[in-house]
Every structure is written in structure tokens, then in C-alpha cells.
């Protein structure tokens, strides 16, 4: 049902490349990046997933800034093509340590033998990091982690000497240590998402926390791990614990309205004292996925004033609070602000003494964007004057 698997570059170049049917016509994998690059339809800032040219299916998933596509010529599940092409991403990182347009070069070999083992002919087989263990037996040219940047959305925040170094999980799970050491090592990370709405005047509107508990284990014999969540824990806006968060005596109460759990999971004493039991395959996974729309304090705070300052001008004050504490900083932030169609330039007018930040208008897209290196528990601002044309 798969007609080619390719693994693109951000310049287009490819780095993987696999045609296991001979139907789709030749040139796709350039024919897939123009449209991508240069797409337009219904003012959209960039293309779907999913989409068709001439016949052929064309689905694809940018991981690591690297874009995984698979081409169909038949009509099948979109989700499970997604879901495949997460899934090889994934499998690949485990076996690369890290997962890059370097370490693919560098390990093309055992990529392409990953992929004839997850894909036959077309049709997925298995994506499992251990089973794959009995039939993969290239070893992987480890590259330099140290010179990569921090990883994902756990290492926006950092505090102090805490923070784990970027290079802690960034080996393969079939590499040992110096000396054929095996090792004895596990990870643990919590990553959310949150979604803020909030008002011209700064007041929250909606709010929502999509979070991840995400595990990547080194331990030999697959021994059983128990991880203990908060006994005062609810799940559903009914859950007894709901008072409990909104009073006064339940701080520490958390409640979320849905989550779902790893295959690897056993939920036997979970409804008693809120503790998961689980074998840790080998890899990187997610060990339980939550969503949570009750109210909490957001990590920053924005409000915009607009002004008119003629006939085709106008003037935006734009504002972030930091409300997390003082030995925590913030890295890598990009604020972006959607404008009319009709602008045509704009200037922008930072505060004095802002170090670390550029702005921007993106003609293109028609936003304002504001970059900041760091920010920490302090007062920013940005000042820009749009002109528009005549309307």
C-alpha cells in the first residue's frame, strides 16, 4: 500500500530513499518539496500533512527539521501513515542516538537495513525498537552530541546547575559504554504544551495543558519500574478531587480531564494509589499522555495595545510579563502577531537596553515576529508602526 518512503533535508536534499513499487513516476521527492516549499493554496501559512498531486497520495510528518514522506497511489488511513512515519522516526533515533541530517549520512547503512525490516513490499511490519534487536546488526557511527542544541521543549526552562546536560540521552539504546559496559541508566522527562486565549486587557480567556510523561530506558533485563503520580490525582471534571483543587486546602491537587497510557503499562493499583507499573521496552516512549483545562498560572503573560495613528497607520504596543521565578530563564522564545492583509510595511521600536532580540515582518505570512535570546522574570516590550495601504 506504500509506494516510496524518502527523508528529505530542509533544502530538499535526499538522504533516504526507498521505491518499493515502481508505480509512482519519477521525481517525486522533488515534485513533494516544491509544493511544500512554495505552498499557497487558500492563503494557508504551510501545506497539510496530507495532500494529493496527480494521482498520488503524498504524506508527511517534519521531525528534527527533517521531512519523512511516504507516497500512496491507493486510498488508505491518513492516521496511520502519520502514525507510521512517527513511529520510523522514532525507531531511528533510538538506534542513532540522535536523529539529524548528520547522523543519517553517517549511518545510511543501518537506516536503510531499519527500513527494510519495518517496511516489506509496502506494508509496515513492526516498528518496535526491542523486536527489531534480533534482525538489525549494523552498529551506528555515533556523531559529536555535544555541539547539538538543547533538546526539545524540556530544555526551554533552565535552573541553575539542575538542568540535565544536552547529551544525556543522545546515545543509541545498542551502544554500550567504553569497555562493553552496558548502561544503567533511565530518563524521565515531563513535556507540555500549553495553549493560552487571553484578552486585549491581559485576562485569560481559555487555557489548556497537553502534556507527556516521556521515558527512554538503558536498564538491562528489563526489570519492572514503578512510577508514583500524585495520590491526590483525578481524572474527569467529575472526579472527587475536583473540590479538592478549588479549595483553599487542596494546592496541590492536580486534575486532569483525560489521559491515556503505553501499551507497557499495567494499571492494576492505579485507581488506588495512583502508581503505574510497566517493563520499559527498549527506546525513547511515552509513558502517559494528559490533557488538563483547569485554570493555572501561565509562564508568561501578553498584552497588546492598538492604536490609530492615521488614515493607513496604526500602532501596536506589545507586552510579555514573565511570571516564573527569578533563578529560572526562559531560552528561545519567538512571539508571533498576525496582522491585516492590506499591510504593506512596518517598523519596529524595542526597549532601550534590550539585548538579545530581533524583529521582523514577514511579508509573506503578514506577521509580526519578535524573537528573544532569553527572558527572565522582568517587564519586555516591543513597539511597532504598521503602515497599511489605503482602504
Not at 538543547?150 to 538542568?163: I, S, W
Request: charged letters at 25%; proline letters at 6%; hydrophobic letters at 40%.
Amino acid at each position: 500500500m506504500i509506494s516510496q518512503f524518502f527523508v528529505l533535508s530542509q533544502r530538499g536534499d535526499h538522504i533516504v530513499f526507498r521505491d518499493y513499487r515502481g508505480e509512482v513516476p519519477k521525481g517525486s521527492a522533488e515534485i513533494f518539496f516544491r509544493k511544500v516549499k512554495f505552498w499557497n493554496e487558500d492563503e494557508a501559512e504551510e501545506a497539510p500533512p496530507v495532500f494529493n498531486i496527480d494521482g498520488v497520495n503524498y504524506v508527511h510528518v517534519k521531525v528534527a527539521g527533517l521531512f519523512f514522506v511516504v507516497t500512496t497511489m491507493v486510498n488508505i488511513s491518513p492516521s496511520l501513515l502519520l502514525e507510521l512515519l512517527q513511529r520510523i522516526a522514532r525507531v531511528t533515533k533510538d538506534y542513532l542516538g540522535v536523529l539529524n541530517e548528520d547522523s543519517l549520512r553517517k549511518n545510511f547503512i543501518l537506516v536503510y537495513e531499519l527500513l527494510d525490516e519495518v517496511i516489506d513490499f509496502g506494508y509496515p511490519q513492526t516498528t518496535s525498537t526491542e523486536a527489531l534487536k534480533s534482525y538489525i546488526f549494523n552498529e551506528p557511527i555515533m556523531v559529536d552530541a555535544g555541539r547539538l542544541p538543547p533538546l526539545g521543549p524540556a530544555a526551554m526552562f533552565m535552573q541553575g546547575t539542575k538542568r540535565m546536560p544536552g547529551t544525556a540521552v543522545t546515545k543509541s539504546v545498542v551502544a554500550n559504554e567504553p569497555g562493553g559496559k552496558k548502561r544503567e541508566e533511565i530518563f524521565v522527562d515531563i513535556i507540555e504544551k500549553i495553549s493560552v486565549t487571553f484578552s486585549s486587557s491581559g485576562y485569560i480567556l481559555t487555557s489548556e495543558i497537553d502534556g507527556t510523561i516521556q521515558m527512554k530506558s538503558y536498564l538491562s533485563g528489563n526489570p519492572e519500574i514503578r512510577l508514583a503520580l500524585n495520590e491526590d490525582l483525578g481524572i474527569g471534571k467529575n472526579s472527587s478531587s475536583t473540590h479538592d483543587y478549588r479549595s483553599s486546602s487542596g494546592g496541590g491537587s492536580v486534575v486532569l480531564d483525560d489521559c491515556n497510557f503505553h501499551e507497557s503499562v499495567q494499571l492494576d493499583s492505579f485507581d488506588i494509589d495512583r502508581t503505574l507499573h510497566l517493563i520499559p521496552p527498549d527506546g525513547e516512549f511515552p509513558v502517559m499522555n494528559y490533557r488538563m483545562t483547569q485554570e493555572f498560572k501561565p509562564p508568561f503573560r501578553v498584552t497588546a495595545l492598538i492604536e490609530e495613528a492615521g488614515p493607513s497607520r496604526a500602532e501596536v504596543l506589545l507586552k510579555i510579563r514573565a511570571d516564573f521565578p527569578a533563578n529560572v530563564t526562559a531560552n528561545t522564545i519567538t512571539v508571533q502577531m498576525p496582522v491585516p492583509s492590506y499591510t504593506m510595511r512596518a517598523s519596529f521600536e524595542l526597549e532601550a537596553g534590550a539585548v538579545g532580540q530581533t524583529t521582523d515582518f514577514k511579508e509573506g505570512t503578514r506577521r509580526l515576529e519578535w524573537n528573544l535570546k532569553k527572558a527572565s522574570s522582568k517587564k519586555d516590550f516591543i513597539y511597532g508602526s504598521l503602515l497599511f495601504s489605503p482602504h
